[in-house]
């Protein structure tokens, strides 16, 4: 078990949670508060759950290739399916269902601006990333363009690596990387930028563990220069220093920086941010990262009707939003990790 990875989850869909919630109560005329880069890094957390990713799957398709001589791919698709399914098809019928039915019921107006049945379609074939694009499907639909894209990825490399041989790993992962970064940095399809085909950081982080797995990359580190990428990954976080940059650049140096940042906590890490509270947290962030948005409607819904008959200071507002949003979220994530994931989570153990 890799040390401070959970943890790690959980500590990246709080940034996630952090960047949506004052976006959320402005957009209402809600007070809200977000003074700080902090506030601001929901997108790149985005990204480094990215690069985790393929780090994580593509070094146990790798091991498995060592282990076993080939990668069986109907496990793990069936893997994949059994753990991102179930909750990305409960988020989009209830997405819709909220967008296109409640609010009216309710007697909120809200305008779709696209065909129900093509927006349907680009969902269910996890293509969301296009869907979120194409129109504004609103905040509860629009949380699901990582995981089409997540699940895009899946479907086009581990087709690919079934026929490669295990010292070829590395070379295709780098090519890939290359060349796919190449081309979306371009411009020669636009469309690449435009819909956030971001490839580049699952393969990277696969490239990544790889290396490590070949070469001991990780431990290879200087405890010392594991301290400086950490310093380095939290003044990105902290602080504005990658404000104004060029938006290729950006996405490179994201790209390298959070490689070697999983590396870092991965094998013999300089801090150990796991705990048995943050450890579970980590396990249901998959939950909380999905549920936040819709917690968000129904905290603001609520909070609409409060600041409507009774006048609250700013503060208050802020700390309830706040309280609200992340509480409800971790209770709705709990139960739903106990009571709607785990059985397929059980299920799923029986395809490793």
């Known amino acids: 078990m890799l040390p401070n990875l959970n943890p790690l989850r959980f500590?990246?869909?709080?940034?996630?949670?952090?960047?949506?919630?004052?976006?959320?109560?402005?957009?209402?005329?809600?007070?809200?508060?977000?003074?700080?880069?902090?506030?601001?890094?929901?997108?790149?957390?985005?990204?480094?759950?990215?690069?985790?990713?393929?780090?994580l799957i593509i070094r146990l398709l790798y091991k498995e290739v060592v282990n076993k001589g080939k990668i069986d791919i109907k496990n793990f698709y069936m893997r994949r399916i059994l753990r991102i399914y179930p909750l990305y098809f409960v988020i989009m019928i209830t997405g819709f269902l909220y967008y296109n039915v409640v609010l009216d019921l309710v007697g909120i107006p809200y305008e779709n601006d696209y065909n129900i049945v093509n927006a349907i379609?680009?969902?269910t074939f996890f293509m969301?990333?296009?869907?979120?694009?194409?129109?504004?499907?609103?905040?509860?639909?629009?949380?699901?363009?990582?995981?089409?894209?997540?699940?895009?990825?899946?479907l086009l490399t581990p087709p690919i690596l079934l026929f490669l041989r295990k010292?070829?790993?590395?070379?295709?992962?780098?090519?890939?990387?290359?060349?796919?970064?190449?081309?979306?940095?371009?411009?020669?399809?636009?469309?690449?930028?435009?819909?956030?085909?971001?490839?580049?950081?699952?393969?990277?982080?696969?490239?990544?563990?790889?290396?490590?797995?070949r070469y001991n990359l990780g431990n290879a580190i200087h405890k010392y220069l594991k301290i400086g990428i950490l310093a380095l990954f939290i003044l990105y976080f902290c602080t504005d220093i990658i404000k104004g940059i060029n938006i290729n650049l950006y996405h490179f140096i994201s790209m390298v920086l959070f490689s070697f940042?999983?590396?870092?906590?991965?094998?013999?890490?300089?801090?150990?941010?796991?705990?048995?509270?943050?450890?579970?947290?980590?396990?249901?962030?998959?939950?909380i990262y999905m549920y936040h948005p819709l917690v968000m409607q129904l905290v603001g819904l609520l909070?609409?009707?409060?600041?409507?008959?009774?006048d609250m200071p700013a503060i208050v507002i802020v700390l309830l939003s706040y309280g609200l949003v992340f509480g409800v979220t971790l209770i709705v994530?709990?139960?739903?990790?106990?009571?709607?994931?785990?059985?397929?989570?059980?299920l799923k153990n029986k395809f490793r």
């Open 167 to 213: 010292q070829f790993f590395i070379k295709f992962l780098l090519f890939f990387t290359i060349v796919y970064f190449a081309l979306f940095a371009s411009d020669i399809f636009p469309f690449l930028k435009r819909f956030d085909f971001l490839f580049f950081y699952f393969s990277a982080g696969g490239l990544f563990a790889i290396l490590h797995e």
């Open 333 to 346: 994530s709990h139960f739903s990790y106990v009571y709607f994931e785990k059985p397929f989570l059980k």
């Open 261 to 287: 940042v999983i590396l870092t906590l991965s094998y013999k890490p300089v801090i150990t941010i796991r705990n048995a509270s943050l450890n579970y947290l980590g396990k249901i962030s998959y939950g």
């Open 11 to 55: 500590l990246l869909a709080l940034l996630v949670m952090v960047f949506h919630i004052p976006e959320f109560f402005r957009n209402r005329e809600l007070p809200y508060f977000n003074d700080g880069a902090i506030f601001h890094r929901g997108l790149e957390a985005v990204y480094v759950f990215f690069v985790l990713s393929g780090f």
């Open 128 to 154: 969301p990333n296009v869907g979120t694009v194409l129109y504004h499907p609103g905040g509860v639909l629009e949380i699901l363009w990582s995981i089409g894209l997540e699940e895009q990825f899946y």
């Open 303 to 310: 909070l609409l009707k409060l600041v409507a008959k009774i």
């Open 121 to 123: 379609l680009l969902f």
